[in-house]
């Protein structure tokens, strides 16, 4: 089980995300991150964008959209 607790740094929360077994529990993992830790958003989106491109494109588009992907889930 992956907890988020205080004294988390970049280094242990990258070890947790990893630590999936597939790409939607990654997701899952980046999930509780997203909401727990807001402060390290910026610098574990950059990781992720080097370390694990699929895992951040799912972020991107799940919590980022660009405007075309707004428009679209608005309409389905």
Do not use: C
Request: net charge positive.
């Amino acid at each position: 089980m992956i907890t988020s607790e205080k004294n988390d740094n970049l280094e242990s929360l990258m070890k947790k995300i990893k630590s999936g077994k597939d790409l939607n529990e990654k997701f899952k993992i980046y999930t509780l991150f997203y909401i727990t830790q807001p402060h390290y958003l910026k610098v574990l989106n950059m990781s992720l964008q080097i370390w694990e491109p699929k895992l951040w494109k799912m972020v991107k588009k799940a919590y980022y959209p660009n405007f075309f992907q707004r428009i679209l889930n608005k309409f389905s």
